[in-house]
């Protein structure tokens, strides 16, 4: 499916800012990016740079006062995402060398402190993709989901105790007790269609067999038509946004719409639109 996506925020700085973005995302992996559209006001310098995980960033200085980021962008996504119950676990002996630092903690997945609880859930189950999708039914089953339950310090250590969180939290618990198993794990950021309520989107992948596969504890079942934005060890390497200064978020609006049927419904708008005539007896037909 071709999807329409995208988000725009608006800030207020106290003095002029400097901001890491990470908003764009790229061709690969079961996505392709057919069109892509970024405006920042007030106009200023951007540079853009990819991070150590392949991630598309931009740097800029926001202006003191208002200052707003538009992007949007059409891609061509899966419908469905690749499921293998029954894959084995791949040893850690022959893990590829970029994927080995996805076993070890890290600042909000706490791994050394879940082994006892990530093997109590995958007591009796096969090793490998079957342990990540026992890690991610039990938390869909026995965490519950709420927003302005969790913060920015939380961790999934913190998730465990309380049982409660957004999708975040969820995806930190998940990455840790995949690598309490010494599972690779890591985040993954975007946008997933027909969220409700619509908001940017976290998950986790886990490397089995030789491959990433993906999970989502936020959803009873497993959903395609995701755009990924960004891979990393946990949010500390996935924000959308980081800021080096007094800058406040006043409002974020998202969105992810079947693009198929955007432009039938903008060619309806078109068709129904009224013409009006001018003087030398031409017509012009107006837009909305």
């Known amino acids: 499916m071709q999807l329409n996506a995208g988000c725009e925020l608006s800030f207020f700085a106290e003095t002029p800012t400097p901001l890491i973005l990470m908003l764009r995302p790229r061709s690969g992996a079961g996505q392709w990016i057919i069109r892509e559209e970024y405006q920042i006001t007030p106009p200023v310098n951007v540079t853009e740079f990819t991070d150590m995980y392949g991630n598309l960033c931009q740097r800029v200085v926001a202006l003191e006062g208002p200052f707003s980021i538009h992007f949007s962008a059409t891609?061509?996504?899966?419908?469905?995402?690749?499921?293998?119950?029954?894959?084995p676990y791949t040893p850690v002996e022959e893990l590829p060398d970029d994927v080995l630092h996805y076993t070890l903690p890290s600042r909000y997945c706490q791994s050394d402190q879940l082994g006892q609880l990530a093997a109590q859930i995958t007591e009796n189950t096969e090793p490998g993709y079957d342990q990540a999708e026992a890690i991610r039914k039990w938390i869909q089953e026995n965490v519950t989901y709420q927003y302005?339950?969790?913060?920015?310090?939380?961790?999934?250590?913190?998730?465990?105790?309380?049982?409660?969180?957004?999708?975040?939290?969820?995806?930190?618990?998940?990455?840790?007790?995949?690598?309490?198993?010494?599972?690779?794990?890591?985040?993954?950021?975007?946008?997933?269609?027909?969220?409700?309520?619509?908001?940017?989107?976290a998950w986790f992948e886990a490397y089995v067999d030789g491959r990433w596969f993906t999970?989502?504890?936020?959803?009873?079942?497993?959903?395609?038509?995701?755009?990924?934005?960004?891979?990393?060890?946990?949010?500390?390497?996935?924000?959308?946004?980081?800021?080096?200064?007094?800058?406040?978020?006043?409002?974020?609006?998202?969105?992810?719409?079947?693009?198929?049927n955007s432009q039938n419904e903008s060619e309806k708008k078109a068709d129904e639109a009224p013409t009006l005539t001018n003087s030398a007896g031409s017509t012009n037909q107006t837009t909305n």
Not at 75 to 87: E, S
Not at 238 to 252: D, K, R
């Open 75 to 87: 891609v061509q996504t899966a419908d469905l995402i690749d499921t293998a119950p029954g894959a």
């Open 148 to 201: 302005g339950t969790s913060d920015a310090s939380t961790s999934a250590v913190d998730t465990a105790a309380s049982r409660i969180g957004v999708c975040r939290d969820f995806t930190h618990l998940g990455i840790s007790l995949c690598r309490a198993l010494n599972i690779p794990a890591r985040m993954v950021v975007g946008y997933l269609y027909k969220l409700d309520p619509m908001d940017l989107h």
């Open 215 to 260: 999970f989502d504890a936020t959803q009873a079942k497993p959903l395609g038509n995701r755009i990924t934005v960004a891979y990393g060890r946990d949010a500390a390497d996935v924000a959308f946004t980081t800021q080096f200064g007094s800058m406040t978020l006043n409002e974020m609006k998202v969105w992810v719409d079947d693009a198929q």
